[in-house]
Nanobody, 119 residues
Framework: QVQLVESGGGLVQAGGSLRLSCAASGGTFSNYYMGWFRQGPGKERELISGINWSSSTTYYADSVKGRFTISRDNSKNTVYLQMNNLKPEDTAVYSC????????????WGQGTQVTVSS
């Protein structure tokens, strides 16, 4: 059974940084794509970043481009989201999810981690 466990959320002041981790287990992920989503208060869930586990091709939403960096460590089956220059509007529950690269829907989700950015 595939499991995803996020960590690294917390409270930070505007302009600060956090690094989120998503540790995957229960499978091999060479043909998977991992995405980071967030859902802020009163907002819809949005995909903000993603990475192809094999090719390392990345994606960033315009709202985080230039501030967030996604990376992966194959030896640890872990994907990271480095978040710099955080803004109050980045406050949200952040979740990681994976899908096979040829599928459009995400099959497995983590439990989510809260990120709160104070002004």
């Amino acid at each position: 059974q595939v499991q995803l466990v996020e960590s690294g959320g917390g409270l930070v002041q505007a302009g600060g940084s956090l690094r989120l981790s998503c540790a995957a287990s229960g499978g091999t992920f060479s043909n998977y794509y991992m995405g980071w989503f967030r859902q802020g208060p009163g907002k819809e869930r949005e995909l903000i970043s993603g990475i192809n586990w094999s090719s390392s091709t990345t994606y960033y939403a315009d709202s985080v481009k230039g501030r967030f960096t996604i990376s992966r460590d194959n030896s640890k089956n872990t994907v990271y989201l480095q978040m710099n220059n955080l803004k109050p509007e980045d406050t949200a529950v952040y979740s990681c999810a994976i899908r096979r690269v040829f599928m459009s829907s995400y099959a497995y989700w983590g439990q989510g981690t809260q990120v709160t950015v104070s002004s």
